[in-house]
């Protein structure tokens, strides 16, 4: 069984992170700043996660379950979509609180769609299949 919630908080997290630490090593150009923006990208891309957790995957003290396989594909899709590109998209417009890093906007947020994206999907593949 596979568990739609974790899903979307398991690629909120990572995304918010991988965004995290791209943003921090962009707009501050060393090591230090991208494990910064790693934690700080984490931490948010997990309430983003949580966010979409409870508010589509859980009703009550319940929580939405699909059978591992195939079948399942769709639904953890799109799980873990919602959760990684919310994830993603919130680190990158919370880098924009930061000065100077309007000028490096859309490198940050292509980046921020593509790693929501990819690894919302990878998320969703993962854990239909294995």
């Known amino acids: 069984m596979v568990e739609l919630a974790v ?12 965004e995290g630490a791209w943003a921090g090593w962009l707009l501050g150009g060393g090591w230090m700043n991208s494990v910064l923006g790693l934690f700080a990208g984490a ?27 195939r079948e399942s594909l769709p639904a953890t899709l799109r799980a873990g979509l919602f959760g990684g590109l919310l994830g993603a998209i919130a680190v990158g417009v919370l880098t924009f609180l930061v000065p100077g890093a309007m ?28």
């Open 7 to 18: 899903v979307s908080i398991s690629a909120g997290t990572a995304a918010g992170a991988l």
């Open 43 to 69: 931490a948010l891309g997990y309430g983003m996660g949580l966010l979409v957790a409870r508010h589509f995957y859980r009703s009550g003290g319940d929580t939405t379950v699909v059978r591992v396989g």
């Open 103 to 130: 000028m490096q906007a859309l490198p940050i947020l292509g980046v921020a769609l593509a790693c929501g994206a990819l690894v919302g999907a990878g998320f969703a593949c993962l854990g239909s299949l294995l």
